[in-house]
């Protein structure tokens, strides 16, 4: 008998039937034997509803009464599912994130958990009940209700894995497992069998919507055996993450691709080319809680020097505001950007043993006539920033050129 955490994300649990749906599958983890604690996302759709309804109030809304407010959407579901598995003759017992209670940061729309009392949890699966809880949501010091970010469910998951030592953490999706790019929009995309935790951290981090980042960050760090399934599937192995690498394989160059519209590029034009110059600006920035990505200074004219660098998309208009504000104080001859913009990333463990991996993605890029605007690398992944018109293309080009298409 094991301890089995299983989440399910909003399609999956984005109608009465789809919740019934989810029971069954419950049901007959149950039936095999196995404790189960269940972490469900809000329905399909709820959460971006609460977030616009958020904005008819107030343009930037209250940070603490948006949680008050999105909380709500995983709060329905969990209550829903309760009573369907009920309805089957399987005990079951929700619980909201502030219930069990799953400890955050006081950072409202984007906490971190800090720790989960496994106290309900483990009482409830001694009496041989289902416990389902809450995603996306946990509870502060100071008793107010939080909420992880979006996608925040998966870390939900994980973190109750890891704070239970389930023996695995399932996340349930509308997709049969992690691919070498998003299928839906490479359907020539393949599903892999595993991927290892470097990899996956990777593409999480750059863009790939199929597991949040903070989940990927939480199963390497507790070690969390986590694996990503259809809920739609009857059966399906899904992509283990693996944290060992087969050193016998050899490994492709690029094992997957992700992309990220949630870009936006920032030019600093013509500031005198002196000491701490780069600090004044990109300082500022990060003191407004502004997260930069990739950063290029460039030689300007006659001692002075230009910098362009990437915020995300929803900070854009802070971002260009503030430096607007500094113009005089730092002598910026302009400040421009340009919102439409997105980054594509290759990702491969196999970039450590092979050369012009970039070189080759530059051209591939080049002969479909895609401008690059920036790039970045590291050990295992190279960006570029592009105009987002041709993000698909790009993704799709990529896919082609590192021979990732399945057969
Ligand atoms: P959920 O609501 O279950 O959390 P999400 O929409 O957050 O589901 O994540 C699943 C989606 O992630 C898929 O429908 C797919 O479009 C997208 N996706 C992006 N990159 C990948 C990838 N590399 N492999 C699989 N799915 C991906
Ligand atoms: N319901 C939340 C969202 O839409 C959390 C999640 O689905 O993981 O972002
Ligand atoms: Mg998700």
């Given at each position: 008998m094991a301890l089995i955490v299983q989440k399910y994300g909003g399609t999956s649990v984005g109608s009465p039937e789809r919740i019934k749906n989810v029971a069954k599958r419950v049901a007959k983890t149950r039936a095999q034997g196995h404790d189960v604690v269940v972490v469900v996302s809000a329905m399909s759709g709820e959460t971006n509803r609460l977030v616009a309804l958020a904005h008819e109030m107030q343009e930037i809304p209250d940070p603490r009464e948006l949680d008050v407010v999105l909380a709500t959407g995983e709060q329905v579901t969990i209550g829903l599912l309760a009573m369907a598995l009920k309805d089957i003759g399987v005990d079951a017992r929700s619980y909201t994130g502030w219930q069990v209670a799953v400890r955050t940061d006081?950072?409202?729309?984007?906490a971190r958990i800090e720790n989960i009392d496994d106290a309900k949890m483990r009482a409830d699966l001694q009496d041989g009940r289902v416990v389902i809880v809450a995603g996306f949501q946990g509870v502060t010091a100071d008793g107010n209700v939080s909420t992880l970010g979006r996608g925040g469910s998966d870390t939900s998951a994980v973190a109750l894995a890891a704070a239970l030592k389930a023996d695995e953490c399932q996340i349930y999706t509308d997709v049969d497992g992690v691919y070498s790019t998003d299928p839906r929009v490479v359907p020539e995309a393949r599903r892999m069998d595993t991927i290892t935790f470097d990899e996956m951290l990777e593409l999480a981090s750059l863009g790939s919507k199929v597991l949040q980042i903070r989940s990927v960050e939480f199963a390497g760090k507790y070690r969390v055996r986590l694996r990503v399934l259809s809920s739609?599937?009857?059966?399906g192995e899904g992509t283990l993450i693996t944290f060992?690498?087969?050193?016998n394989m050899e490994k492709a160059a690029v094992s997957g691709i992700a992309f990220d519209k949630n870009q936006a590029r920032v030019n600093v034009r013509g500031v005198p080319d002196k000491p701490g110059i780069a600090y004044q600006i990109l300082g500022a920035v990060a003191d407004a809680n502004i997260e930069v990505d990739m950063i290029i200074q460039s030689a300007g004219s006659e001692g002075t020097t230009d910098f362009s660098f990437t915020v995300p998309r929803n900070d854009y208009t802070q971002t260009i505001r503030l430096l607007e504000g500094l113009r005089d104080s730092i002598g910026a001859i302009e400040i421009s950007g340009d919102d439409s913009v997105c980054k594509v990333s290759i990702v491969g463990l196999g970039m450590r043993s092979h050369v012009g991996i970039a070189a080759q993605m530059f051209r591939a890029l080049a002969a479909d006539n895609i401008n690059i605007q920036m790039i970045s690398t590291s050990e295992i992944k190279v960006s570029v920033l592009i105009d987002e018109k041709y993000m698909e293309l790009a993704t799709r080009v990529l896919h082609k050129e590192f021979g990732l298409d399945k057969a």
């Open positions: 006081n950072a409202h729309n984007k739609l599937e009857e059966n060992e690498e087969d050193e």
